[in-house]
């Protein structure tokens, strides 16, 4: 795609108000979690922090909360019409080789409208 036919698309102001519903919908439903819009592209793809409200860094991930946390995303996104195409974990942190915490408190999501295609780059539609 050339820069001209790159400029012409733009995410929809429909779309940005659904994944902000989207957001608000999590925190009302689930009130130990927090959801925010982190950033969005032109082709209706998005960045969303997910997290817990209560969460100690400097301990291990509670079992089944990454789980937990990309069912919540998957079905208030999927509502929305939107899907989730990648997961991006807290980073752990090791000193010595021995577990010392995560870099953040949050997991991101990458929140599409349009299907990507990896092998070119590109979304669908």
Request: glycine share 8%; hydrophobic share 40%; with cysteine.
């Amino acid at each position: 795609m050339d820069a001209a036919e790159a400029s012409r698309h733009h995410t929809p102001a429909h779309h940005i108000e659904a994944i902000r519903e989207a957001c608000a919908k999590i925190e009302v439903e689930h009130p130990e979690v927090t959801a925010q819009v982190d950033d969005w592209g032109r082709f209706s793809n998005f960045s969303v922090f997910v997290g817990l409200r209560v969460w100690d860094r400097t301990r291990p991930i509670p079992p089944g909360t990454a789980k937990r946390l990309r069912a919540i995303v998957r079905e208030a996104f999927g509502q929305a019409g939107a899907h989730i195409r990648a997961v991006f974990p807290p980073e752990m942190r090791r000193k010595r080789g021995v577990f010392a915490g995560y870099d953040q408190r949050f997991w991101g999501f990458d929140i599409d409208f349009q299907r990507f295609d990896a092998q070119t780059n590109s979304f669908q539609g």
